[in-house]
């Protein structure tokens, strides 16, 4: 009893937390993007912004090392990239999509209903280094993400990492600039470390 | 005759009628099919346009719109109701914005690159293979990768994709959800192929209730709406909206044919007796149709009925001139030959319908035909005996004979019926309106919100406008195909230049063989593909041997038979492609269907500029088929007036006895034609057999007064008799007249107009002259 007491007034809770996070739109910020995929020998990385429009879209602009532009607008999601035909899909077929636009926006909007609505949160940590761990609640959901994990300090998040069932994933660090701001090795392990690294650069 | 023998003779009459009812009931197929009520058609166009009017996949679409307030609910059951009715047997085919990627079959899947038009264009090469994979190390990294990941090691070229997207109609509404929605993203949108055709009614009932069990069970939140449109939905709800009002007008018409019988004869069993010779005539009718044809159109039992109800006025006839000291049998020879000339003439009339060469019409001529002659001939030979010989006396009645006198007084301006005459043609001939109405809509009218609201839909969801379409004639169907495909070129600059929003044909979903086979020898051999696949591979970071379920597919693609239409049974193109290449008698036909044409003369420029091809205007040949239609009832309708006036010469064998029966019908018909045009009405086919209806009564209502004879009790009888005949017809007809349905108002419309024309008309120029005189 006293145990579980001591845990939780140790532990950060999501409530106290998501508060802080929330930011104003309109909202822009940098990232970089690194993708693991099975068919792949080695990481992807794109970086480039990501802004939190005044109407409530989310855009995910590349800038390198190509230049592509996503924009999601309620559950739509429009991806043009240069030299080829817009592609469009909604929510529903890229849950893993979901999981960003839902943790992501959600975090930046505070909006704590939209990720109980799919998501079950733990929050872990203390101020300078948490961890919030977000579990997909549906099962279709599930099928395709595996969990989000969501490592920042203080008032702001620095790494979303993305996990799929299969082992594919991403983990997009935001607030820097370029592939030079992240650890010389992209190995899934060393990049983990570093985003939970709650030191500030 | 003795009341037990008179008791017999009733059951035994009763009773015939009823084993009739229950053989007809047994034994009656009624048919809906509107094309029976046209001419058979004389050019290829014209079979093809009344093949695509019933059958053709324009006809069987239904347009759907789920709304609702949470739009996400909405969404979900649109895909569930897909998915449901994708395997109900009501429907071919049903598309909701859903990429159907995964509904190909396996079979078909390495065929993408035969079916693609990539290969046409590009080499699967070092150098295309290498952009190909730039541009999927990119999908890789974009919001898309988990969708794409899946297919990349078998479809690096997303060729699988590339199909899916072109299958799906050239323009489309906006997704949400995945699927189709409306602009303003409030209304889920589908179209749904039906199995049966537009006009068969009974099959487009079954598919309207399997729809609405699909929608119950797929619906994911109580407050949604289903709606749906399209000619099939349009034919369902016509019908029954016409059956109810029909129901509802017949209920009130009988109610007051009974209190008028009763007023008129203050007999009960003359109510009976009045119903017996009518309910004989429809039975016998339908009998004999249903012999001759087999099947009873909807329209002919309808129409049958409407017409066969003159013989409601031949027992009236026998009951106004019963009275005390004569015997009822004496009374029916006395009236016979005038009755006989009445029922005669209009039979010959009708059998002129018989040669119409339009079956609904020749049906409707045996029925009324045989009803007619089944009615008088009850109302001679079975009526008489039944009927008491101690009726009410319609001459004891005072008002009749003040009634009567007066109209003696009446002047008999003959000069006023040829001013009439003179002035209804001037009418018909000088207004620049068209008299006739040419749109075969008219024959089932639909309200116009309803049109409205279809053409908001088609419109939101880009289905092919129903005027315009091109036909392709071929001796096979891959000459039919490669002509489409030789049309692409030019079509494509029709849509470039924003005279076409769209266009569909089969060949853009099922390449000529010789395509197919181009494109397999375009593709390269097993080592020859590895070694480009290497060379492009080279420097990315894809994991070596990745693409080997790829390598497997062109190689098998390289060595499939080429697909033809018959491959197609059980796959999603099937009904695709069957809508749109269809075989007829060993002769196949391509359709090019074409959405939201501003420029027609453009496309009539292509047209003959292409060989094979030829352009379609639906409402040009159907109006030309219906104007066909009513030129061949317009000589029937001479024809009839022909023989008619022929009968009533060899009854009458005086010229002017003649003229004075036949000028008040013909005088009506006149009045009729230039009121109606005056009034702004588009003549139809309705309305000429309503037209018939009247000059029928008017016939009949003429011989009688022209009868009249010298003795003022019998004058009464007659005008007594006429009188409970038009009251009861005006009546009837006066309330299909006040129906919402603009089919029922114009036959209320024109029979009732007509009733008062015939019966002022035959007092004013057929009663007897010599009555005239004494009145002077």
């Not at chain 1, 532990?11 to 802080?20: I, K, V």
């Not at chain 2, 045009?677 to 011989?703: K, M, Q, R, T």
């Amino acid at each position: 009893m006293l145990v579980a007491v001591a845990t939780h007034a140790a532990d950060l809770d999501t409530d106290t937390l998501l508060p802080r996070l929330a930011r104003p739109a309109p909202d822009t910020t940098t990232f970089v993007e690194v993708r693991y995929s099975a068919l792949l020998s080695e990481p992807l990385v794109a970086s480039g912004s990501l802004e939190h429009r005044q109407d409530g879209a989310l855009v995910r602009r590349v800038t390198a090392p190509y230049r592509e532009t996503t924009t999601l607008i309620g559950e739509n999601v429009l991806v043009e990239r240069e030299g080829s035909k817009p592609r469009r899909f909604s929510l529903d077929r890229a849950p893993e999509l979901r999981g960003m636009l839902a943790s992501f926006g959600a975090l930046i909007k505070g909006d704590r209903a939209l990720l109980d609505r799919y998501f079950a949160m733990t929050a872990s940590g203390s101020d300078g280094a948490w961890t919030i761990e977000l579990v997909p609640r549906d099962p279709k959901l599930a099928h395709r993400l595996a969990k989000i994990r969501v490592d920042g300090e203080d008032d702001r998040a620095r790494c979303f990492t993305m996990t799929e069932p299969d082992g594919d994933g991403s983990v997009m660090a935001v607030g820097v600039r370029d592939r030079t701001d992240l650890p010389a090795s992209l190995e899934r392990g060393t990049l983990q470390e570093w985003c939970a690294d709650g030191n500030p650069r | 005759m003795s009341s037990t023998r008179k008791g017999l003779l009733l059951a035994c009459w009763i009773a015939a009628v009823a084993v009739l009812g229950w053989v007809v009931d047994r034994s009656l197929v009624v048919g809906t099919d509107l094309r029976l009520f046209m001419p058979s058609p004389r050019t290829a166009q014209e079979k093809l346009l009344l093949e695509e009017i019933g059958e053709g996949p324009a006809s069987r679409l239904l347009l759907l719109a789920i709304s609702g307030p949470d739009p996400q609910a909405v969404a979900g059951t649109s895909i569930a109701l897909a998915a449901a009715l994708r395997r109900s047997p009501e429907f071919r085919w049903v598309a909701n914005g859903q990429g159907d990627v995964e509904s190909i079959p396996e079979r078909l899947l390495a065929y993408r690159y035969l079916l693609s038009p990539t290969l046409d264009a590009a080499r699967f090469d070092a150098p295309f293979l290498r952009l190909q994979f730039e541009d999927r190390l990119r999908d890789l990294s974009s919001p898309a990768a988990g969708i794409l990941e899946p297919w990349l090691p078998r479809d690096p070229t997303l060729e699988l994709l590339r199909l899916a997207e072109s299958w799906q109609p050239a323009r489309q509404p906006g997704l949400l959800f995945d699927v189709w929605f409306d602009a303003a993203g409030r209304q889920a949108l589908l179209v749904a192929e039906t199995r049966a055709a537009g006009f068969d009614p009974q099959g487009q009932r079954a598919a309207a209730d399997a729809l609405q069990q699909a929608f119950e069970r797929a619906r994911t939140a109580p407050d949604l709406t289903l709606e749906a449109s399209g000619p099939g939905a349009f034919s369902v709800l016509m019908k029954e909206r016409i059956q109810a009002e029909a129901r509802q007008i017949g209920g009130l018409a009988t109610v007051g044919m009974v209190l008028l019988l009763l007023v008129a004869y203050r007999s009960v069993p003359v109510l009976v007796l009045g119903a017996l010779p009518l309910a004989s005539a429809g039975l016998a009718g339908l009998a004999a149709v249903s012999a001759a044809f087999g099947t009873v159109h909807g329209i002919t039992l309808a129409f049958g009925f409407t017409l066969i109800g003159v013989a409601q006025d031949y027992p009236m006839h026998l009951f106004s001139h019963q009275h005390r000291g004569v015997d009822p049998a004496e009374n029916a020879r006395a009236l016979w030959p005038t009755l006989a000339t009445g029922v005669a003439s209009t039979c010959v009339a009708y059998l002129a319908f018989l040669f119409s060469g339009v079956r609904g019409l020749a049906q409707l001529s045996v029925f009324t035909v045989v009803g007619l002659a089944v009615a008088g001939l009850t109302t001679r030979y079975l009526l008489p005996p039944l009927v008491p010989a101690r009726v009410h006396d319609a001459a004891e009645s005072e008002w009749l004979g003040r009634l009567w006198d007066r109209i003696a007084a009446l002047p008999r301006p003959l000069w006023l019926g040829v001013v009439v005459g003179v002035v209804c043609i001037g009418v018909l001939w000088l207004s620049p309106r068209p008299v006739w109405q040419d749109e075969l809509g008219g024959l089932t009218p639909v309200p116009r919100h309803l049109i409205e609201r279809d053409s908001a839909l088609r419109h939101e969801l880009g289905a092919p406008d129903v005027r315009y379409l091109l036909v392709i004639e071929g001796d096979d169907a891959q000459d039919v195909l490669a002509r489409a495909t030789a049309l692409d070129a030019r079509l494509a600059e029709l849509v470039a230049s924003g005279s076409l929003a769209a266009y569909d044909h089969a060949a853009r979903y099922l390449p000529t063989r010789e395509a197919q086979r181009r494109r397999q020898a375009a593709l390269p051999d097993g080592p020859t593909l590895r070694q480009a696949l290497q060379a492009a591979l080279q420097s990315t970071p894809f994991r070596p041997g990745v693409f080997d379920p790829f390598l497997e597919d062109v190689e098998r693609a390289r060595h499939l038979p080429p697909l033809g239409p018959e491959d197609l049974v059980g796959t999603p193109l099937e009904a695709r492609v069957g809508g749109l290449l269809l075989q007829r008698d060993g002769h196949w036909t391509g359709l090019v269907t074409l959405t939201g044409l501003s420029d027609p003369a453009a496309l009539e420029r292509l047209v003959a500029a292409s060989s094979g091809v030829t352009m379609l205007d639906l409402k040009a040949a159907s109006e030309g088929l219906v104007a066909h239609q009513r030129q061949r009832i317009l000589w029937c309708l001479l024809a009839s007036a022909v023989l008619l006036t022929f009968v009533v010469f060899a009854a009458l064998r005086d010229g002017s006895r003649v003229r004075r029966v036949l000028a008040p019908m013909a005088l009506t018909t006149l009045v009729v034609l230039g009121l109606l045009h005056a009034c702004g009405v588009s003549l139809n086919l309705f309305h000429l057999i309503a037209l018939v209806l009247a000059a029928g009564l008017g016939l009949d209502y003429a011989l009688f007064f022209e009868r009249a004879a010298d003795d003022p009790a019998e004058q009464r009888r007659t005008l007594h008799a006429v009188l409970v005949c038009s009251l009861s017809t005006l009546m009837v007809f006066a309330l299909l007249a006040i129906s919402s349905l603009p089919v029922l108002r114009s036959i209320g419309t024109t029979v009732a107009a007509g009733v008062v024309g015939n019966f002022v008309l035959a007092l004013l120029l057929t009663r007897p002259r010599r009555t005239t005189d004494r009145g002077d």
